[in-house]
């Protein structure tokens, strides 16, 4: 809100990475630089929503951070940082993939040409816990076979993980090893939450398509093509 300002100093105090680690469902150990609350949530949903690239700056300090502390947490010599990749939808909206961006500007650079989205989903934030894993089932592939390759992956919100195991069931299925996983902001939300939503998946049976409640599409199985990297 300060004129001329992307952040300001209260703002940026906000940014403090309080780093932490949290447990998916598959097993799969997060590394996180800020919880997404307050001022990290705003400035997150800037970046991912209202094309604020300007924010993307601040964030380097919170995601090195827990990429230092995913790295430390593995003895594996050769460790390869991979990006979730955007949808299409979601790039063509933006024209920029926000984890990607966070991590150049903070001097990581990811390996390209690992993992593409496959097909396009509902989005996840008006979805329950159930609905929200089915809804991300089978949307990635890995472009390549990863036999001897290990990987952290990277997103930017972590909320069920729903996403974060997508990729990481895309990577192991192509023979690649995940060591763990980074996101930029960890989301807690209790179980209540997701069962409150009235926004689930519904799947026709006439068809297979599945749609959310706000009528958001995804037909199972649809070609994708490669996101641009």
Do not use: W
């Not at 800037?46 to 964030?59: E, F, H, M, N, Y």
């Amino acid at each position: 809100g300060a004129p001329d300002r992307a952040l300001c100093a209260s703002c940026l105090a906000g940014l403090l990475p309080p780093q932490g680690h949290r447990e998916l469902a598959d097993g799969t150990t997060v590394f996180t630089g800020l919880r997404s609350h307050g001022v990290a949530r705003q400035t997150t949903l800037s970046l991912k929503r209202q094309g604020r690239t300007d924010v993307a700056r601040p964030l380097t300090a919170p995601i090195a951070g827990a990429v230092a502390a995913a790295l430390r947490s593995t003895a594996h010599d050769a460790v390869e940082l991979v990006a979730v990749p955007s949808s299409r939808a979601a790039f063509r909206r933006r024209g920029y993939d926000p984890v990607l961006l966070v991590l150049r500007r903070a001097g990581l650079l990811p390996s390209a040409r690992v993992l593409v989205s496959v097909r396009e989903h509902a989005q996840q934030k008006m979805l329950d816990r159930e609905a929200r894993q089915l809804n991300l089932a089978g949307t990635m592939l890995a472009r390549h076979p990863l036999g001897g390759r290990a990987f952290i992956v990277v997103d930017d919100v972590v909320t069920t993980g729903a996403t974060l195991m997508e990729a990481a069931r895309a990577i192991r299925s192509a023979g690649g090893e995940v060591l763990c996983a980074v996101a930029l902001a960890n989301t807690v939300r209790t179980l209540g939450d997701f069962e409150g939503s009235r926004h689930k998946l519904v799947t026709s049976p006439d068809d297979g398509t599945t749609v959310s409640k706000r009528g958001a599409l995804v037909r199972p199985g649809s070609a994708g093509g490669d996101a641009p990297l």
